[in-house]
C-alpha cells in the first residue's frame, strides 16, 4: 500500500533536500561505475592514448581492439569455459541447497537444529581453510587439472541453502501438507509448490553464484594448470602476461575484460527485477 | 468408502507433552465423525495422525483392516480440507483441483472432465481461470473441497473448515458440507470446536479434553445423556446450568436441596441416588437452560432478578442473579421482561442431571 506524506517543508528546502540527495547518490554513483567506464574507455584507445593522462574518451576509437579479442585471442574459449561450467555448478547447487532446505524447513526430524547450525558454522570457516583439504581429496580422485574437479568441488553452497531456508520458512506449512495429502511427494512438493513460491530466492541465488563462479580465480587457478581448462579470469590473467607482455597491451587486456563482463551485463539486465527483489527479502508470494 | 480404526493411539512429543493420551475410535464405512473439544484438547492432532502429517508416538492406526502406522499421506488415499484452505497460490482454481489427478497420471481429457464437473457441483465454473488470490473465503473453502471430491478418496479428513468463514457463509457452508456427504456417501472426519457444527453435521461425535476422549456418542445422546460435567457443559447453547445441591428426605422421598428452594426427582433418579448411597450428601446438579420453565414462589428452585433479557424472535435468553450463581433460562415466552424483575423458575425434572461433584462423572441422567 502506498502511504503519501504531506511535505510541509518550505519549497527551497524541499529543493535543496533533493540536491543534497542527487549530489549524495550521484558522486557514489559515479565512484562506483568509475572503473567500469574507464575500462570501456580504455578498450577503444590506441596503446599511445591508453597511458595518456590527459585524454579520457579516445580520439580514435579502436574497434579493431574489440575484433582482435573476438576472433584472434583465446579469450571467446574462456568465456565458454567459465559459462558452462557455473550454469552445471549453479544447477547442482540448486538441486543440492533446495533439498537440503526443504529438509531443514519441512521434515521434522530430531536432529534439524543441530544440522543447521553445522551447516551454518561451515559458513564461517575461512574459504581458504578449506583449499588444502579440497586439494587434496581431489588429488586422491585424480580430478585435478579437470573441469570434473572444478564443478565436483563445488556442488554445494552453503550461502545457497541459507537464502533458500530464508525463502522457503515464508511458505505456510499447509501448502506442503496440502500437496502430500493430494498426493505428492517430497520430491514433487518441492519442485511444483514450494519452488515457484519462492522463484525470486532461486534467481537470487543462481545470479549471484554465477556471478561469482563466473568470476573466480583463486581456486580454479590452484587446481587447473591447463590453459583448456582455464575460467575467465585465469584467461586473463594468462593473456596479460602472453609472450612476456607484461602490462605491454594494455588496450588489448581492457577490452578482453570488456568482452569478458558482457555476458554478465546480459544476464541480469534480463534477472534483474527478481534479483533486487530476492536481495530484499521479498519471496514473491503476495499475501 | 473406508473403515478406520484407532487402537491404543499416543502421540508424545519430543518434550513429553502428550497431545493425544491413549485413544480408541472405531470409524465406521459412510459414517461422519466429529472430533470436537476446546482448543489444545488433540483433536486436530488426532486427525493429523490419520492423515499421516503427524507420526504416531504409540498404538495402530488401522485403514480398511490394514495397519497404516507408517504409511506416507500420500499413499492413504485420504483427502483432506484444511483450515487455511492451502490452496497453491501460483496455480489457478483449475490446476489446484486437478493437481491430485495430475500426480496419478490421469489422462488429461478425464482429468478435464472431473474438474468440470466438480467445478460444477460447486458452483466454481466462472472462477476455474483465477489465482486463489482473486477468490472471496467462501469461495476459496469451495474450492478446497473441490480439491478432495475429485480424487473420490476413501475418506475425507476436515480441519475446522469453516472456522475462518464469517458467520452466515458458515451457515451456509455446513448445509453445503451435509449434502456432499449425503451425495459422496463416503467417510468423514472432521474437526471443530463448534459444538453447533458438531451437533448439526455429525452422525458420531467425539467429544475430546485434554488428549482424551470422554463420550462418543450419537448426537441425541451425548446431548441427552453426558456421561460428565465436561460434556453436559461442553455440548449445547447457553451452556447447561450447574449448581450445587444436597441430597435430603422429606417426608419418605428424596429431593435436592439449592440455596433457593427444593428440586422434587423422579422416582427412576430417586431411586438411583438411594441405591449410589447419596442420601445426606452434596452433589452437583446440571440443567439445560430450555429445561427450565416459570413457577411460582412456592415451587421455585432458583429465585432471581434478571440481569440480562435477550429477545431472539421465537426465543428468549434470560439471565438471571440468583443465590447459586447466574442461573439462563432458554424460555419461548418471550413476553417483555425488564431488568431486576424477580422470576421464580424450577427445572423439568425428568431433565435434571446429577453429577459426583468429586468426579464430575455423572450419577444419573
Not at chain 1, 545470479?207 to 587446481?223: A, D, K
Request: aromatic share 10%.
Amino acid at each position: 500500500m502506498n502511504t503519501h506524506y504531506k511535505d510541509n517543508r518550505s519549497l527551497p528546502v524541499r529543493i535543496l533536500s533533493v540536491l543534497g540527495k542527487v549530489l549524495i547518490l550521484g558522486t557514489a554513483g559515479i565512484f562506483t561505475a568509475f572503473p567500469f567506464i574507464w575500462m570501456i574507455v580504455s578498450s577503444l584507445k590506441t596503446k599511445a592514448d591508453i597511458l595518456n593522462t590527459d585524454i579520457f574518451f579516445p580520439t580514435d576509437p579502436q574497434w579493431s581492439n574489440i575484433a582482435s579479442i573476438i576472433f584472434r585471442s583465446p579469450i571467446p574459449r574462456y568465456i565458454f569455459n567459465s559459462a558452462w561450467v557455473s550454469l552445471v555448478i549453479v544447477g547442482l547447487q540448486i538441486i543440492t541447497g533446495a533439498m537440503l532446505a526443504y529438509a531443514l524447513v519441512f521434515l521434522k526430524f530430531r536432529t534439524n537444529k543441530l544440522l543447521f547450525g553445522i551447516v551454518m558454522g561451515t559458513y564461517m570457516l575461512p574459504v581458504a581453510a578449506t583449499y588444502i583439504p579440497s586439494y587434496i581429496i581431489l588429488a586422491d580422485w585424480h580430478m585435478l587439472d579437470s573441469f570434473r574437479g572444478l564443478i565436483i568441488s563445488s556442488t554445494v553452497s552453503i550461502f545457497g541453502i541459507f537464502l533458500l531456508r530464508q525463502g522457503f520458512m515464508q511458505i505456510p506449512k499447509g501448502l506442503v501438507e496440502a500437496a502430500r495429502m493430494d498426493g505428492a511427494s517430497h520430491w514433487r512438493a518441492l519442485w511444483e509448490i514450494v519452488c515457484p513460491m519462492t522463484k525470486a530466492s532461486f534467481i537470487t541465488f543462481g545470479l549471484m553464484n554465477f556471478i561469482s563462479t563466473y568470476n573466480n580465480y583463486m581456486w580454479p587457478s590452484l587446481i587447473t594448470k591447463s590453459s583448456e581448462y582455464f575460467l575467465v579470469s585465469q584467461g586473463l590473467r594468462a593473456f596479460f602476461i602472453r609472450d612476456g607482455a607484461y602490462g605491454t597491451e594494455w588496450a588489448l587486456v581492457m577490452a578482453a575484460s570488456a568482452v569478458v563482463v558482457v555476458p554478465l551485463l546480459v544476464l541480469f539486465a534480463f534477472t534483474q527485477k527478481w534479483f533486487i527483489n530476492g536481495i530484499g527479502g521479498e519471496t514473491g508470494i503476495k499475501g | 468408502m473406508a473403515e478406520i480404526i484407532l487402537n491404543n493411539i499416543t502421540k508424545e512429543y519430543d518434550n513429553g507433552f502428550q497431545a493425544v493420551k491413549n485413544i480408541n475410535l472405531e470409524i465406521k464405512d459412510n459414517e461422519f465423525v466429529i472430533l470436537v473439544g476446546p482448543s489444545g484438547c488433540g483433536k486436530s492432532t488426532t486427525l493429523r495422525m490419520i492423515a499421516g502429517l503427524e507420526d504416531i508416538s504409540d498404538g495402530d492406526l488401522f485403514l480398511d483392516g490394514k495397519r497404516i502406522n507408517d504409511v506416507p499421506p500420500q499413499e492413504r488415499d485420504i483427502a483432506m480440507v484444511f483450515q487455511n484452505y492451502a490452496l497453491y497460490p501460483h496455480m489457478t482454481v483449475y490446476q489446484n483441483i486437478a493437481y491430485s489427478l495430475k500426480i496419478k497420471k490421469v489422462p488429461k481429457d478425464e482429468i478435464d472432465r472431473r474438474v468440470r464437473e466438480t467445478a460444477a457441483s460447486l458452483g466454481l465454473t466462472e472462477l476455474l481461470d483465477r489465482k486463489p488470490g482473486q477468490l472471496s473465503g467462501g469461495q476459496k473453502q469451495r474450492v478446497a473441497m473441490g480439491r478432495a471430491i475429485i480424487r473420490h478418496p476413501k475418506a475425507f479428513l476436515m480441519d475446522e473448515p469453516l472456522s475462518n468463514l464469517d458467520a452466515k457463509l458458515r451457515g451456509q457452508m455446513r448445509v453445503e458440507i451435509a449434502d456432499l456427504y449425503q451425495r459422496l456417501n463416503t467417510t468423514f472426519i472432521y474437526v471443530t470446536h463448534d459444538q453447533t457444527e458438531a451437533m448439526t453435521l455429525g452422525t458420531k461425535i467425539v467429544v475430546m479434553k485434554d488428549g482424551e476422549i470422554q463420550q462418543i456418542d450419537n448426537p441425541t445422546n451425548l446431548f441427552n445423556y453426558p456421561v460428565n460435567k465436561f460434556v453436559a457443559g461442553f455440548i449445547g447453547t447457553p451452556t447447561m446450568n450447574f449448581f450445587d445441591a444436597e441430597c435430603v428426605e422429606e417426608d419418605g422421598k428424596l429431593c435436592l436441596k439449592t440455596l433457593d428452594g427444593k428440586i422434587e426427582l423422579t422416582p427412576e433418579k430417586e431411586q438411583k441416588l438411594k441405591e449410589d448411597g447419596w442420601t445426606g450428601r452434596k452433589v452437583t446438579a446440571g440443567i439445560r437452560p430450555e429445561h427450565l420453565e416459570f413457577c411460582t414462589e412456592e415451587q421455585a428452585a432458583f429465585k432471581g432478578e434478571i440481569s440480562v433479557f435477550e429477545l431472539l424472535g421465537s426465543n428468549a435468553i434470560i439471565y438471571a442473579q440468583c443465590a447459586d450463581g447466574r442461573v439462563v433460562m432458554n424460555t419461548n415466552d418471550t413476553v417483555s421482561r425488564e431488568h431486576g424483575e424477580t422470576v421464580f423458575m424450577k427445572p423439568r425434572e425428568e431433565k435434571l442431571h446429577i453429577f459426583d461433584p468429586e468426579t464430575e462423572r455423572i450419577i444419573t441422567n
